[in-house]
């Protein structure tokens, strides 16, 4: 069924509302995805504090037009926007999302810190391991030697003991 004038303004200001204020905005491709599937990619994108909403291209092209971006990019097939005020979970959650639901959901661009950008660095980002895995690698770094000359003193201990 169509929409009427009247929603479509509606969309238009909450698209506008989103990408005004979501500090990460990931533009997702579907395609024969069921309801079952979209309930359960929003629920678990929802656990992470992403939203997923599906947009009409012509009114997300209007808003980008309208937009700081001034951008117009063309999307092949259905559009879903992917949001939230952390940065990487959006493009992270698309991510898991597609690899779960055999690529029926991809990345086709998105907004990061304020700029446009293309699938091909929306999809680096998505790699890029949460704020918990970062901090716990740079403690092992930082305990790496520390640990090392432990063990090093260990063993000469034990020489001398022996």
């Given at each position: 069924m169509a929409k009427s004038k009247a929603q479509k303004q509606e969309s238009l200001k909450e698209i506008a509302e989103i990408i005004k204020t979501a500090t990460a905005v990931v533009f997702a491709g579907f395609d024969k995805l069921t309801v079952g599937e979209v309930t359960e990619a929003r629920r678990a994108m929802r656990a992470s504090g992403v939203r997923l909403l599906t947009v009409k291209?012509?009114?997300?092209?209007?808003?980008?037009?309208?937009?700081?971006?001034?951008?117009?990019?063309?999307?092949?097939?259905?559009?879903?926007?992917?949001?939230?005020?952390?940065?990487?979970?959006?493009?992270?959650?698309?991510?898991?999302?597609?690899?779960?639901?055999?690529e029926k959901l991809s990345i086709l661009g998105g907004l990061f810190e304020g700029v446009y950008t293309d699938k091909e660095k929306m999809t680096t980002i998505a790699l890029i391991p949460s704020r918990e895995v970062l901090l716990g690698q740079f403690v092992n770094l930082i305990n790496s030697p520390i640990q090392g000359l432990v063990i090093g003193l260990d063993a000469i201990a034990k020489k001398k003991t022996a």
């Open positions: 291209k012509t009114l997300l092209s209007k808003v980008l037009k309208e937009s700081t971006y001034a951008v117009s990019p063309e999307f092949p097939g259905k559009v879903a926007l992917a949001y939230s005020q952390d940065l990487l979970a959006p493009a992270r959650e698309v991510l898991t999302a597609g690899k779960k639901l055999e």
